[in-house]
Every structure is written in C-alpha cells, then in structure tokens.
C-alpha cells in the first residue's frame, strides 16, 4: 500500500453513505509505555474491525515502515478504501511550536511517569484533536461523525470478540446515543474523588478572577490521580474546531504558568469541568468502554 504525503492530499474522498465516522489516529516510535511487539498485536487488532468506519492514521516513515507486513496482507487490500495512511513528522505538528515547553515540563517534573517516556510523547497524546481537525479540514473522508481512537485502543481480542465487533461502532448507537456533544468516557467510579477533582478546577478559576492564582488547578497531591480516558471521543465538524481552540487555549495557560502537564488527560479533565455545556461524559470502570457502548 502506498503512503502519501500530508502536502500532497488534496482531492477529497467520495462521501460513503454508509459509513457515519471517521476515527483519526496515530503510530510513532517513541518511548512508551510498551514495547514494539505489543503495539503491532493491537495494530492488527484495529485493523481488522475496519469495515462500519474509516480510519486515518498519522505516522512518519519510521512508523509506516514498521506497519508493512500488516498492511501488506490479502485482509488488509480489501479494506485499503477506508484506511488512509498520512506521513507527517512530529516537527509538524500544530503542537510542536511548545517544544521548549515540553521539554522543560518534563525536565523540571518529579512525576514517575515523566521518567518512563519522553517528552514527545507528551506532545504526541496532546495532539489528538489537532489530527481530529486536519482529518475533518483536509477531507480525507466525509462523514456526519469524527473521532480520536488510539491505536492500541483493541486489546485482547479473541475470534469470538472480532466477529463481535465486525459491525462497531453501529449505526443506531451513534445516532440515537452520540448526539451534539464531545463524548468521552470517565473512568472515576469514585463520586467523592471526581467532585473533589471537578471543585478544585472550577475554584482554581474562580480565584483566578480575584488573584494572581499561580496553583495549578490540580493541585499536585491529586496529579495522579485518573478520571477521564484520554485515548477515545467522538464529536461533529463544528465541536472539533472548537475543541480544538479550546484545548490549546488551556494548554498554554498550563505552559505559560509554570503547570506540570502529567498528559492529555489533565487537560481534557480542565475542558471538560469549565465547559460541561460541551461534552457528555460516560461513566465506567473500563477504560475501553466504546467498544461495548457502541455495539
């Protein structure tokens, strides 16, 4: 299969009628969280359920070459009309413009996570819905719904739980479920720890308005802390564009403060406490949630 170049996709897609989401992702190489082998497994995994929607995938050469002898198979070929590969180096990204900041926010971290993977991968996870609005404002494809699925989002899937998903994410579940709204999931079964979560951030910018509030609205006791899964959301055209303002609005206050940024979901938790207009949340103790709330 060929790769393109993102200077190079100009011509849009023809509509499918049938398919309502596209879903962007994407694959580099860096240092994460597992290893190589891993990704590949559930690569294949995220592969083989494309058939209900379309998938664009970012990566660079690196990460297209380490993918070849997936998507060099006979299961792959009859699905390469839903599948688009986009070859965009990370010095391209919208976010690498806070290089310097993401480096000093990893370099003046005490957070262990911060000492497992690298800086880039930080500004990778924060990328998402930037990929999300390129997807859309490139129209590689056209379709009612977008969305950010990560790649290794299919895990320990079985031939049972792949023909399962050979319909997902259904047509019904996405027009009767998924109306108007950013959709993510939430991963804090705790009420006392979300709403104690939720009031530090509104109070944080509640101050702000008085003083020259210089706290992060996490307070660093409860930075670790999870709530919201960061690595699947579904929304429209016009809620990209201004998610995507909004997220970036945030992640400078963060920088040009001086806020450690454990990861995205530190920032999705600040969108979605100040701006609670915009999103609906579903509650679980599964990180993966969608593969079953969109059967």
Not at 100 to 105: E, F, G, T
């Amino acid at each position: 299969m060929n790769y393109t170049k993102n200077s190079d996709l100009k011509k849009p897609l023809k509509k499918s009628e049938s398919v309502l989401i596209t879903f962007s992702t994407c694959w580099y190489i860096v240092k994460s969280k597992f290893p190589l082998e891993q990704y590949l497994e559930w690569i294949h995994n995220l592969f083989s359920i494309v058939n209900n929607f379309n998938l664009v995938v970012y990566t660079d050469i690196d990460g297209y070459n380490s993918l070849r002898p997936l998507i060099q198979t006979n299961t792959f070929f009859i699905k390469r009309h839903k599948i688009r590969f986009i070859i965009k180096p990370m010095e391209e990204f919208y976010g690498y413009r806070y290089k310097d900041a993401w480096m000093q926010n990893h370099n003046n971290s005490q957070l262990t996570l911060h000492k497992k993977v690298d800086w880039q991968l930080n500004m990778l996870w924060c990328e998402k819905i930037h990929f999300v609005n390129e997807t859309i404002r490139n129209k590689y494809f056209e379709t009612v719904y977008h969305g950010w699925c990560d790649i290794g989002y299919f895990r320990n899937l079985g031939f049972n739980k792949v023909n399962q998903l050979i319909d997902w994410p259904s047509q019904l579940s996405l027009i009767y479920n998924f109306p108007n709204k950013i959709h993510y999931g939430c991963v804090q079964t705790d009420s006392a720890i979300y709403n104690g979560l939720k009031n530090d951030v509104i109070k944080h910018y509640a101050y702000k308005k008085n003083n020259n509030n210089k706290s992060n609205p996490i307070p660093c006791t409860k930075i670790e802390e999870v709530c919201f899964a960061g690595g699947f959301f579904i929304l429209t055209k016009p809620l990209a564009e201004i998610y995507g303002r909004m997220f970036d609005i945030k992640l400078q206050y963060y920088f040009q403060n001086g806020f450690t940024i454990k990861d995205d979901q530190q920032i999705i938790m600040d969108c979605i406490f100040t701006n609670p207009q915009l999103f609906q949340i579903h509650f679980s103790n599964d990180w993966f949630m969608f593969q079953e709330l969109l059967l």
